[in-house]
C-alpha cells in the first residue's frame, strides 16, 4: 500500500510513480483504464508549477472538456489562477495555469508564439487522440513542435502501443520519459449482454442460447425472436443500476427514447424535482422566457431523466450535467462525446447498439471505443462493481454478429499526419531545408514507418538464419518432387489419373477434358521423370517434419517482402511538402524561399487558409456589408449532416467567391477548397439581429449546431484579426464578431 498522500488521498502505485516522475523533472506519459485516477495527476503538476510560480497548458481535445476543466480548476486553485483559450474564447490568458484546446496549442507552437518562452508544462489530455483520423494531425504536430524547455505530461486511456509512443516521443524530444501504466481497474467491470428473452446474460450464454432456439426453431416465417427496446433494459436494471449513462449513436434517438422513458417512468421525489425547477429558474430565468426545448429538457429532468448531445444549447448542456453530477439524473441519454474525459462516473453504462456509423458506413465498435465508454461506469469510494450492459437483437445475430471486445486486443495508435498547406507556410517561414527535412522524419508516421522496416528486415534475417539450418538437416532434395516424400504420393496420384484417362477411351480423350488431363499427365511425368533414392526411416521423418517448417518459413518470408515492399515511402512527406511549396509559388505566397504578404497572412489563418486568404486580398468584402460579410465566412469549411435543411434566400452575390474557389482548385486540386452557401442564411439573419427563435425557422439544424455556426464565425473572424494589419478591415472584423457574440450565442460566464 502506498504511503504518500496527495489533498487527503493515498495514492495508488501508478499515482505515486508518475508523481514521483514529476518530481524528477521528468516527462510522463500516464497510461491507465478511464476511471482510474489519472486527473489527479495532472492536478498535482498544476499545483507543483502554481506554487513555483510557473505556467502550465493544459490541451484538451474537445470545447465541452476545456470548459469543464476552466471551471474545475477554478475551483480548485482560485478564479485568478486559471485562463482559458478556445479559439471563440479568450480569459485571462497570462493566468498561470491555461487550458485550451489542442488546436489553439497546435497554433502557437507552429508559428513559434513568444507567449510560450514562459511556459515550463504541457499537458496533453487524452493524447490518443493522436490517433484520430480527423484531428491526428493536430497532436503529432503539437509534440513534435512543443519547444525543448517544456516537459510533457500525457494521459490516457490503456494505449496497446504505449511503449512505441514514449519511444518516439523520446526520440524526437532526445530526453528520457517516464512510461506509467496501469491496467487494472480500481472498481472492476463486468460486461452483460441483454435481450427480452434472456436477460443479462455473458457472451458465451447470449451465443448458446441462440444457437439452441436457432435448432429448436421449426416455422421460418416472422421475427425468432421477441424485440427487444431499451425501456427493456431500463425496466431490468433499474432497481439495482442506477445511475447509468445509456449510449446512442444517434440525436435524434437520444431525445426519442428520454421522451419514451419519462412516459412511464420517475426516479426523483417531490423535493428532488422542486432541486431541478429551482435549477432551472436560477439558469434560464422565468418560465415565460424559456424555449420549447427548454420546457421539454425540464419536464424530463424532473423526473430524473435527460439526453445530452452536441445539438444542445450550451446553457442546456450545461445544466444536464450539473444536475447529473448532484446525482439528480439517474439515466442520461447521451452519444459518444460525453466518454470524453468529463469525469460523471456511474454505476453503468448502456449501449443502445454495439454499430455506428462512422460518416461513411455502419461498423462494429473498436475495442478502444467500447472500453473507453465502458469505463464511466463504477464510481470509486462508492461501487464496489461497474457494469456495461449491451442491448442485443437476436433476429440480426447471423447477419450481423454480436462482436466480442477484448481490453487485451486494443487497436495500436497510428499516426494519422495530414501536411496542411498552413503547416507548409510555417514550416518554410520557420525552419531551414535540413530542419524541415528533420521535421519530417520526426513524425510519428516516419518513426513507425522506420520501426515495422526494422522489425520486418529483422524477421527476415532471423528466418533466413532458421533456413540455413534446416538446409543443413535435410538433404539437397527436401521439397522437391525427387525426395521420396513428395515422390511417391504424386505419383499414386498420377497412377489414378492415368487409369481415369484411360477409361474415358479415344473418342471422349479428344474432348476438352480428356485433352485437359492428357495435359496435366504428361506435366506431372516430366515432374516425376526421376525416381528418388530410397532414405531410412529415421532421415525421413527428421526430412517430413523439417520439410514443413521449411514451407513455412518460405511462406513467411514472401509475405516480409511484400510487406516491406507495401511500407511508405520515407520522403513521401517531404516530396508533398515541396509540390505544395510550388502551388504556393504560383499563387503569390512564396518568392523562391522568402514569404511574400499572402504567405504570411496565411501563416496565421487555420481553417482553409487558401480560401480565406484570397478572399482578403480580394475586392470581394468591398462589395458585402458586415452582414454579408458574416454570412459569408460562415460557409467556410461548413460540414453539413445528413438532411440538413436551410431556407433558399437570396443573401449575397456567390458568383466571385466561385470564381476564387475555380482558381484555387485549378492549381492546388479539386479537394482544396470546400464551403457550403446554404448555411449563410442564419449567420445573415442572425448578424441583422433577427431573434433565436426566428433564426429556428430558417433552418432544421439542432439549436447546439446554430450556435456552433456562429461560434466557428466568430472564432474565423479572430484569425484574421490576428493575420491582417490593415486597421480599417481590422475594427471592421470586431465590428462583425460582436454582431454575432450576444443572446444566445455568448459564452456564458464559464
Known amino acids: 500500500m502506498s504511503e504518500r498522500n496527495y489533498r487527503g488521498l493515498t495514492l495508488d502505485r501508478f499515482q505515486e510513480e508518475a508523481l514521483d516522475a514529476i518530481d524528477e523533472g521528468r516527462s510522463v506519459i500516464v497510461a491507465a483504464p478511464t476511471g482510474t485516477g489519472k486527473t489527479l495527476v495532472a492536478d498535482y503538476l498544476v499545483d507543483k508549477a502554481i506554487e513555483a510560480k510557473q505556467q502550465v497548458i493544459y490541451t484538451a481535445p474537445i470545447k465541452a472538456l476545456s470548459n469543464q476543466k476552466f471551471k474545475d480548476y477554478k475551483k480548485l486553485f482560485g478564479p485568478e489562477k486559471v485562463g482559458i483559450m478556445t479559439g471563440d474564447v479568450v480569459m485571462n490568458p497570462d493566468a498561470p495555469l491555461l487550458i485550451m484546446t ?52 500525457g494521459l490516457s486511456a490503456t494505449i496497446a502501443n504505449a511503449k512505441q509512443l514514449v519511444h518516439w516521443i523520446e526520440s524526437i524530444r532526445e530526453e528520457k520519459v517516464s512510461l506509467i501504466e496501469e491496467h487494472r481497474r480500481i472498481v472492476p467491470l463486468d460486461y452483460y449482454y441483454y435481450t427480452k428473452d434472456t436477460g443479462l446474460v455473458t457472451y458465451e450464454q447470449l451465443w448458446r442460447y441462440y444457437h439452441q432456439k436457432i435448432k429448436e426453431r421449426t416455422s421460418i416465417e416472422g421475427p425468432r425472436f421477441s424485440p427487444t427496446t431499451h425501456l427493456d433494459l431500463i425496466r431490468t436494471i433499474h432497481r439495482k443500476y442506477l445511475p447509468t449513462l445509456y449510449f446512442v449513436f444517434s440525436r435524434k434517438q437520444c431525445a426519442d427514447k428520454a421522451r419514451e422513458l419519462a412516459g412511464i417512468a420517475n426516479y426523483l421525489k417531490p423535493s428532488e424535482s422542486a432541486q431541478v425547477e429551482e435549477a432551472f429558474l436560477q439558469q434560464f430565468g422565468t418560465e415565460e422566457e424559456w424555449s420549447a426545448s427548454t420546457r421539454q ?41 460525453f466518454s470524453v474525459g468529463i469525469n460523471y462516473p456511474v454505476k453503468a453504462v448502456c449501449f443502445d447498439s454495439l454499430n455506428k456509423f462512422d460518416g461513411r458506413n455502419f461498423r462494429a465498435l473498436a475495442n478502444h471505443e467500447f472500453f473507453q465508454m465502458s469505463g ?31 481490453i487485451k486486443r486494443l487497436e495500436p495508435l497510428t499516426s494519422q499526419f495530414k501536411l496542411s498547406y498552413n ?27 522506420l520501426q515495422a522496416n526494422e522489425d520486418l528486415n529483422s524477421e527476415l534475417v532471423q528466418i533466413e538464419d532458421k533456413l540455413t539450418e534446416i538446409r543443413q538437416i535435410v538433404c539437397e532434395h527436401a521439397g522437391t518432387f525427387t525426395c521420396c516424400l513428395k515422390y511417391y504420393p504424386k505419383k499414386k496420384e498420377l497412377d489414378r489419373l492415368n487409369r481415369s484417362y484411360q477409361a474415358l477411351g479415344p473418342r471422349r480423350q479428344n474432348r476438352a477434358y480428356g485433352r485437359e488431363m492428357g495435359r496435366k499427365i504428361r506435366t506431372w511425368q516430366k515432374l516425376l521423370k526421376v525416381k528418388p533414392q530410397n532414405c531410412p526411416a529415421l532421415k525421413l521423418t527428421v526430412c517430413e517434419q523439417e520439410t514443413k517448417n521449411l514451407a513455412k518459413l518460405q511462406q513467411r518470408a514472401a509475405e516480409i517482402q511484400k510487406e516491406l515492399a507495401a511500407l511508405p515511402d520515407q520522403h513521401s512527406f517531404l516530396s508533398e511538402f515541396q509540390f505544395k511549396l510550388n502551388h504556393l509559388r504560383q499563387m503569390g505566397y512564396l518568392r523562391g524561399e522568402e514569404l511574400l504578404p499572402r504567405g504570411e497572412c496565411a501563416r496565421h489563418i487555420y481553417v482553409q487558409e487558401l480560401l480565406v486568404t484570397e478572399l482578403i486580398y480580394s475586392d ?21 449532416r445528413k438532411n440538413d435543411f436551410f431556407q433558399k434566400l437570396p443573401v449575397l452575390d456567390w458568383v466571385p467567391i466561385q470564381e476564387l474557389e475555380h482558381y484555387i482548385q485549378s492549381v492546388c486540386g479539386p479537394d482544396t477548397v470546400r464551403y457550403d452557401p446554404r448555411v449563410s442564411i442564419i449567420t445573415y439573419s442572425w448578424s441583422k439581429g433577427l431573434s433565436f427563435i426566428e433564426i429556428q425557422k430558417l433552418c432544421n439544424l439542432d439549436e447546439g449546431d446554430i450556435i456552433s455556426v456562429f461560434r466557428r464565425t466568430i472564432d474565423l473572424l479572430r484569425q484574421m484579426r490576428d493575420a491582417v494589419i490593415e486597421p480599417g478591415l481590422n475594427q471592421r472584423l470586431k465590428t462583425c464578431m ?13
Open 423 to 449: 503547416t507548409v507556410i510555417n514550416l518554410q517561414a520557420t525552419l531551414t531545408s535540413e530542419q524541415i527535412e528533420l521535421y519530417f522524419q520526426k513524425s510519428f508516421a516516419a518513426f513507425s514507418q
Open 297 to 337: 429538457l425540464k419536464r424530463l429532468c424532473s423526473k430524473g431523466i435527460a439526453f445530452h448531445h452536441a445539438g444542445l444549447l450550451p446553457a442546456q448542456k450545461t445544466i444536464v450535467e450539473d444536475l447529473f453530477l448532484k446525482r439528480l439524473i439517474q439515466v442520461l441519454y447521451c452519444t459518444e462525446t
Open 620 to 640: 470581394i468584402f468591398d462589395s458585402l456589408d458586415d452582414d454579408q460579410l458574416n454570412a459569408l465566412l460562415s460557409a467556410i469549411d461548413f460540414e453539413s
Open 376 to 406: 464511466r461506469a463504477g464510481r470509486r469510494g462508492i461501487d464496489e462493481r461497474g457494469y456495461s450492459f449491451a442491448l442485443i437483437d437476436l433476429n440480426y445475430m447471423e447477419k450481423s454478429p454480436t462482436p466480442r471486445f477484448n
Open 102 to 153: 489542442t488546436e489553439i496549442f497546435r497554433n502557437q507552437v507552429i508559428t513559434e508564439d513568444p507567449a510560450l518562452q514562459r511556459v515550463t508544462h504541457i499537458i496533453f489530455d487524452e493524447i490518443h487522440w493522436l490517433n484520430d483520423e480527423e484531428r491526428g494531425t493536430v497532436w503529432e504536430e503539437s509534440i513534435i513542435l512543443a519547444p525543448a524547455h517544456m516537459k510533457i505530461l
Open 738 to 750: 460582436d454582431k454575432l457574440d450576444r443572446d444566445e450565442a455568448a459564452i456564458l460566464a464559464l
